[in-house]
């Protein structure tokens, strides 16, 4: 479950940092949360299920909330429990 949030926030991260539209994460019951969430908070502007990829895996695509050009959230951070580590 950890390595699935960290590869989430990479995701987002390298997103952001790049300025696109948009970015695809793989499906899980987390990843679907966390977007659920973000959407809930106006965090993102909309995301969809994904399955056009030749071998049917369900992705998710998350459309970015941008405002004048760069996105509404500048970085999202993993912090580890008990370690505190930050990712």
């Known amino acids: 479950m950890n390595n699935l949030l960290i590869d989430f926030v990479v995701r987002f991260n390298t997103a952001i940092k790049k300025n696109v539209e948009f970015f695809y994460v793989p ?3 987390i990843n679907v949360k966390i977007v659920k969430l973000l959407f809930a908070y106006r965090c993102i502007k909309t995301f969809s299920f994904d399955t056009s990829l030749s071998n049917n895996k369900l992705r998710i695509k998350i459309v970015l909330l941008c405002l ?3 996105s509404l ?3 999202l951070k993993l912090i580890s429990r008990p370690g505190l580590r930050v990712y």
Request: hydrophobic share 10%; charged share 10%.
């Open 27 to 29: 499906y899980s019951n």
């Open 68 to 70: 004048t050009s760069k």
């Open 73 to 75: 959230i500048q970085g």
